[in-house]
């Protein structure tokens, strides 16, 4: 079993910056990959990032590259996801997600465990 629990969203001006928080217990932090994912009203949810369990590779959705950066800190058992740059379009409500299996995947069907997520609105 694992827990997530995100934190750091809020209402931002285009432009500007947020830095999201997941916070893991449970389960050995350091033994499986983790994501971040958004769903923003009325769409499916959306990849943005996922991280492998030592943080030594990450892989972005194309739209985030250059823009958002996924990190991880085994010692406090938390992911962040900084988000730089942001705009309108990027309001949704992000979640963290655990993929115990490795599955390397950026299929949402693919993630063992989920937060309960966070909003973020980028106002213009």
């Known amino acids: 079993q694992v827990q997530l629990v995100e934190s750091g969203g809020g209402l931002v001006q285009a432009g500007g910056s947020l830095r999201l928080s997941c916070a893991a217990s449970?389960?050995?932090?350091?033994?499986?990959?983790m994501g971040w994912f958004r769903q923003a009203p009325e769409k499916g949810r959306e990849f943005v990032a996922r991280?492998?369990?030592?943080?030594?590779?990450?892989r972005y959705a194309d739209s985030m590259k250059g823009r958002f950066t996924i990190s991880r800190d085994n010692a406090k058992n938390t992911v962040y996801l900084q988000m730089n740059s942001l705009k309108p379009e990027d309001t949704a409500v992000y979640y963290c997600?655990?993929?115990?299996?490795?599955?390397?995947?950026?299929?949402?069907?693919?993630?063992?465990?989920w937060g309960q997520g966070t909003q973020v609105t980028v106002s213009s």
């Open positions: 991280i492998s369990s030592s943080g030594r590779s990450q």
């Open positions: 997600a655990a993929d115990l299996e490795y599955s390397g995947s950026s299929d949402p069907n693919d993630y063992d465990y």
């Open positions: 449970g389960r050995t932090f350091s033994s499986y990959a």
